[in-house]
Nanobody, 121 residues
Framework: VQLVESGGGLVQPGGSLRVSCAASGFTLDYYAIAWFRRAPGKEREGVSCLSSSDSYYSDSVKGRFTIYRDNAKNTVYLQMNSLKPEDTAVYYC?????????????????WGQGTQVTVSS
């Protein structure tokens, strides 16, 4: 089981960015994929999650971020719009069996290496 993030970068406030999480060694049909982020000096927090039966967005990103998947590519995407400086963080994806449920660090595994997203003018 392996997850690889990509797509991070530098974007101006109000801009958009899409990050990707490519999965290998398992099929997304039976797993939930979550996006977490860790901002400088802060704890890692759950941002969004998607499974075949449920989904989740944190209050801080609801209405601005969209999570979706491409089963043919076994990849989950996080489309981030109306980005704010406080969205600056390293973004990680992780997985758990079947459902998102409680989106907290301790419930997820197989973490990717992370991708840096910086929102700054």
């Amino acid at each position: 089981v392996q997850l690889v993030e990509s797509g991070g970068g530098l974007v101006q406030p109000g801009g958009s960015l899409r990050v990707s999480c490519a999965a290998s060694g398992f099929t997304l049909d039976y797993y939930a994929i979550a996006w977490f982020r860790r901002a400088p000096g802060k704890e890692r927090e759950g941002v969004s999650c998607l499974s075949s039966s449920d989904s989740y967005y944190s209050d801080s990103v609801k209405g601005r971020f969209t999570i979706y998947r491409d089963n043919a590519k076994n990849t989950v995407y996080l489309q981030m719009n109306s980005l704010k400086p406080e969205d600056t963080a390293v973004y990680y994806c992780a997985t758990r069996l079947l459902r998102c449920g409680t989106v907290a660090v301790g419930f997820f595994g197989s973490w990717g290496q992370g991708t840096q997203v910086t929102v700054s003018s």
